[in-house]
């Protein structure tokens, strides 16, 4: 018997931009004419590509386009890609809360889903009455369910409030809750969407623990939604990276996360080895926290800038390194000097050094930056090389402060700083 337990075979959704309603009754019409005659759906061949960016120039949308893939028992796919990518059309269609405009799925087994907080509840439903109405959605018979019950409130950590109405309840408790049920209920595909980020560290630790021990311990699968790469790294044998609605990669979690920060950044058009009075630059990269190189970055992640350089003079040069991060509006974020951390280096004619600057925790926020170079010479205080926009960078947002909770992007300001509370 194969192995695969999820197939889906190029699956597309389309949605009509606008008003809802509008003008809807002309295109079923239309379809309905085109299906009589044994035609293809008209609307089938038009829509944008789903790229939130752009401005709308038709009446429809590709919200995803043509994805095929396949996950076998025990996996943990993880899916990851920007907002608007496609991820959450993705798996509401997987889950059946939505069909597909074009393509199809074959699943073997039940599948629960965690999309939305407290999905499938109740509100006016204590938390007690909500397991069982969840377990009802799932397919369980109510005996299923009471074998568990103990387990799933426990795990939940609401026992003080398992006899409250749901709708008293915080987000936070809604997703201990709703994930306890889907993750106890047994069934063979378990999917999850971005919910987990509403919880608190302890929980979110517990939840990829309980996922580990779901796909590994009883052989049962995952697909994972998240924006937090550390949990995707932790938890995920396999990763699928949507952009503007189309599968763009696939493959294993470390080369997918780095093609997920670099993508559709731009690289320096400068060829190497540039030269320039009297020094040769013959390497140079960036490398996020994977050791790849990359100009995508995370926030909260380590990375490095990497130079090579030659002296092709006759004369020695004292050198001082320094990078500089620019932001959109070309102000100086921050810079990074040999001077500055006494590790000024004599480079001799004809000689070749490798200039490392290790960034430990990146602290700046997520956006868009470029990258400047300068080479001085200390000797005579004497600028050897200079670009302000040597390359550009691209940080996204990450788990800066290890509770699970991504930093605001609408209140990101400009960086991040490691700090205490002290509450007495």
Known sequence: MSDVILKAENISKQYRLGTVGTGTLSHDLNRWWHQLRGKEDPYTKVGAVNDR????????????????????????LGIIGKNGAGKSTLLKILSRVTGPTTGSIKTRGRIASLLEVGTGFHPELTGRENVFLNGAILGMTKAEVNEKLE????????????DTPVKRYSSGMRVRLAFA????????ILVIDEVLAVGDAEFQKKAIGKMQDISQGQGRTVLFVSHNMESIQQL?????????????????????????????????????????????????????????????????????IFLKLKNISRQDFHLNIRFQIFNEKEKLITTFNTFHVNKTTILESNATKIFDCKILKNQISAGS???????????????????????????????????????????????SMDYEWIIN
């Open 53 to 76: 960016s752009q401005k709308a120039t038709e009446d429809y949308v590709w919200a995803i386009k043509d994805i095929s893939f396949e996950v076998k028992r025990g996996e943990v």
């Open 151 to 162: 387990e799933i409130i426990s795990f939940s950590g609401c026992e003080m409030y398992i």
């Open 181 to 188: 049920v889907a993750a106890h209920l047994e069934p063979e």
């Open 236 to 304: 995920c044998t396999r990763c699928l990276v949507l952009e503007n609605g189309t599968s763009v990669f696939e493959g294993e979690v470390d080369k997918a996360i780095s093609f997920y920060l670099d993508k559709s950044k731009t690289e320096n058009n400068i060829e190497l080895p540039f030269k320039v009075n009297g020094i040769s630059i013959l390497e140079y990269k960036i490398k996020d926290f994977l050791n790849n190189k990359s100009s995508g970055l995370l926030l909260g992640k380590g990375f490095e």
């Open 369 to 415: 930056y470029s990258v400047g170079i300068q080479l001085l010479d200390l000797n005579n205080r004497s600028i050897l090389f200079e670009n302000e926009n040597w390359d550009n960078i691209e940080i996204d947002n990450g788990d800066f402060y290890n509770t699970g909770k991504l930093p605001s992007i609408k209140n990101k300001g400009i960086f």
